[in-house]
């Protein structure tokens, strides 16, 4: 008999007993999964995460302790899902049973502060989100960074000190001053896109989003940065917090589709692996869903987006050797993998070596480098080796928060490299024949 035909099964608000139906248990999925890679546990695999979850939903099991942790220790980088050969939407179904557990259980207190510092305060609020960025700048330019992290000191401040040594760089003058603005085209304008600035990236990668604005704009697109916008929602939707990623879905809606435009754009993998959902997320919304609809299919990687235009040529000769770090939501959510490895052969001059298992997550997976961080560093390890083993000068890659995982990677187990998001290469060379 087939799970959608159990009589009496409830499942969890978004939790479809359809799409755990469509596992077959064949296990092809396990070697895709970092957890179990480490592990190689059944419990910390796709496969027997949907077995736990189905359980739960038949209300056969309850919403344990042990179940909790199952779920927890998921990176949600949907490797799975490019394995799978049943289509099971385990990102769906992941956040869909996060979301019940959220609604249930109570979450430890260190973890309910923690993303509430995170999720609802820091990620929401430019005014605080510049504040904390002008005191982290204070911290490191001063050179207090430099002592404390050589003091040994962060090791006695748990979670706090992993988050400071996590910490990116930060980045004044911040991009919030851009928000509202439009810039032209470089010469005749091929397409108007709008950019998703994002909420950390304002403060953290200003200089990759004014990369990615200098690249649009060499490649014949008028850039505007809408008002209004706001976080994506993705650590939302990853965590089950459901209905706040489903908030802030609405509020970029209501900022992006007040005017037309050929794409909207984002840098970050993340981001836009939610933002292609947002369709999903809002269906049934009376007000939003068909809205929602039409932004998901307006939205585009910027790597995605470059690849699919006649891309300007005109790039000076970059004589580096790059390996490339496959961001998950790039490659297993957005299905986008060979475009980044386009752009960068456009490169004249680089020397662009594969990465072994270039598909397997970093570790990162939004804030589990610090909710879960022995998991992460030992994901972190086995890629930091797979990557020294190439001997490329810089690690590519297409998503900030790939981007602060690899840095961290670099400065405990690398060999000095750079690590860049192929926008900044691509900046680089435009930069260089522009100069």
Not at 374 to 389: G, V
Not at 391 to 413: D, F, H, K, S, W
């Amino acid at each position: 008999m087939a799970v959608s035909d159990l009589a009496g099964a409830q499942p969890a608000p978004g939790l479809r007993l359809v799409d755990l139906d469509r596992c077959v248990h064949c296990g092809l999925c396990l070697n895709a999964c970092p957890s179990y890679r480490v592990l190689g546990l059944e419990a910390d695999s796709p496969r027997g995460r949907i077995y736990q979850m189905l359980r739960v939903a038949e209300q056969k099991a309850p919403l344990a302790a042990s179940y909790i942790a199952h779920l927890e220790l998921c990176l949600a980088c949907r490797g799975c899902e490019s394995a799978c050969p049943s289509a099971v939407p385990y990102g769906r179904l992941i956040e869909a049973a996060r979301a019940q557990i959220q609604q249930q259980r109570a979450q430890p207190l260190r973890t309910r502060l923690l993303r509430r510092l995170l999720l609802d305060g820091l990620l929401l609020s430019p005014r605080w989100m510049r504040a904390a960025a002008t005191l982290l700048w204070l911290y490191q330019a001063s050179g207090v960074r430099r002592l404390v992290e050589g003091s040994g000191l962060l090791g006695e401040l748990g979670s706090f000190g992993r988050v400071l040594r996590l910490a990116p760089e930060a980045e004044p003058p911040f991009f919030y001053r851009h928000i509202g603005s439009v810039f032209p085209a470089q010469g005749t304008r091929r397409y108007k896109v709008a950019m998703l600035a994002g909420c950390v990236a304002n403060v953290a990668f200003a200089r990759l989003n004014e990369a990615t604005v200098r690249v649009l704009q060499a490649n014949g697109c008028e850039v505007v940065i809408p008002r209004g916008q706001t976080c994506c929602g993705a650590l939302h939707a990853h965590t089950g917090r459901l209905e706040k990623a489903r908030e802030l879905a609405r509020r970029n809606v209501e900022a992006f589709l007040n005017a037309e435009y050929d794409a909207i754009i984002t840098n970050a993998a993340g981001c836009g692996s939610t933002m292609k959902e947002y369709g999903e997320l809002l269906a049934g919304d009376p007000v939003y869903g068909e809205r929602a609809a039409r932004f998901a299919a307006l939205v585009k990687d910027v790597l995605e987006w470059l690849a699919s235009i006649e891309l300007n040529s005109r790039l000076r000769p970059l004589p580096l050797s790059v390996t490339y770090q496959d961001s998950c939501h790039l490659a297993h959510a957005q299905k986008i993998r060979s475009a980044p490895r386009k752009l960068l052969a456009a490169i004249p001059a680089l020397e662009f070596r594969e990465l072994p298992m270039a598909e397997l997550c970093c570790g990162s997976g939004g804030i589990y480098n610090i909710t879960q961080p022995a998991m992460a560093d030992a994901i972190l390890r086995t890629k930091m080796e797979q990557i020294n083993a190439t001997g490329a000068e810089v690690i590519a890659t297409a998503n900030p928060g790939c981007m602060l995982q690899l840095r961290y990677g670099v400065a405990l187990y690398g060999r000095g490299q750079r690590v860049a998001h192929v926008i900044e290469l691509l900046d680089q060379a435009y930069q260089a024949v522009s100069a």
